[in-house]
């Protein structure tokens, strides 16, 4: 097989499994890759006849799969499913202003701000918030200035290509920091054991918990529900800003804030924009970072949930705790994880991820290779994950949501019932009941 692009084109990009995390055109030797567009970032051709078939472009990409070290585990086991780690954290940056800023308890930012005042690196690559709407209103940015890092807080769910950094890194003579989605960050590494120079550059991973992401589309449909046109938006607030947990907030150019809760961007977004691949992922908790940074769970503060994976990751946290930059607690007890973010990560995406990719291998349609982890699940909980996912493909189809969003309180209420209350329903919440009092659950390779 000659290994170049068309691989990735054929197995990855035409079979729905990209996940858009920029790596292959980052590590094309010949910059013989590029993206469709500034705001559709599927890899294209730019010039295939410049290609001198490397390979490096199938080497980096995770499309269709890698191995975790949580892969030995049970799914069962709640701490197991979090991969290598020393210590699991709660915790909030000290400085008021990334604090009250931040989407929840502002580490990133602060530990990012730390890591340039004391040299540990001399740029660092975020995603940045702006308005240019040629960019999406946010772009990949490498950089070490502060007030940059500051506007590049609070999530943002549109897929961006930060593995395109890498042929910066390859070609600049300075030590990184890099904040990464799962895919993006496995990318990362793949390319580390290619290129041994982007080894030594990267100092030190930031990586996000991540359920899913969206195509560019989102922002769009965000505005059509808000009754917003594009031509009167100047910027994105944020996609959870204000409080927990938050709105997806813009600004318009007469200085008008408008906002839509966090629930209804979620439920739309994930049912009509979210990327196949996300679906079909289970490494939501980073594992190839020196830290791993979400949500702590349940809305109920404004704090950090951080898994320390590494020894640097270790000595970083303690510097600042001894610097007054950050606050953090231990609870990587089990009594405490069961009550944080991570039960619901693991049934969401880990197990629902699991489930999915074995119906697609049984019925011989392309999927993602994951090692498969023994555990206990539900019978409901395999027919509801494959129910919705089959149903989200139907509505993520251009005509059927053409359809839909011709009337915005069709989207809300079609997004709601598939990834909100579907799954509360009286009727499955019986059927889960009667199963447990009567059926055993499936002890399976899921």
Known sequence: MVRNFNYIKNEVVNSNLCSRCGACVGICPKQVITFKSNVNYEPTWSSEEGCINCGLCIDVCPAKGYSLQADNKNINDISGNLGRFIDVYEGKALDNYINSNATSGGIVTAVLIYLLKCKEVEKVVVVENTEDSKDGYAKVTVTSNIETILNSMQSKYIQLPVGKVINEIRNKKENIAIVGLPCQL??????????????????????LFCGFTYTQDSVEDMLKIMEVKEINLKRIVGWRNGGLPGNFTVELNDGTIKALPFIKEHSINVTFNALN????????????????????????????????????????????????????????????????VIPFMIKEKIIKTQIRNKYLKSKNITNVEWEYRKGTISKILKIESLL?????????????????FKNKYMAIVVGELIYYRLSKNILVRAMKKLEKKFLKDEDVLL
């Open 186 to 207: 496995a990318a990362i590494d793949k390319a580390s054991q290619k290129l041994p120079v982007i080894k030594s550059r990267i100092k030190f991973k930031i990586g």
């Open 277 to 340: 691949r996300c679906g079909l992922c289970k490494d939501c908790f980073a594992e190839y970072a020196d830290i791993s940074l979400g949500d702590i769970g349940g809305w109920r503060s404004k704090e950090t949930l951080i898994v320390s994976r590494t020894d640097k990751a270790e000595q970083i946290l303690a510097e600042m705790v001894k610097n007054n930059l950050i606050r953090i607690k231990s609870i990587r007890d089990s009594k405490y994880l069961k009550k944080t």
């Open 388 to 404: 919705l996912y089959r149903l989200s493909l139907l509505l993520r189809n251009s005509k059927v949501k053409r359809k839909i």
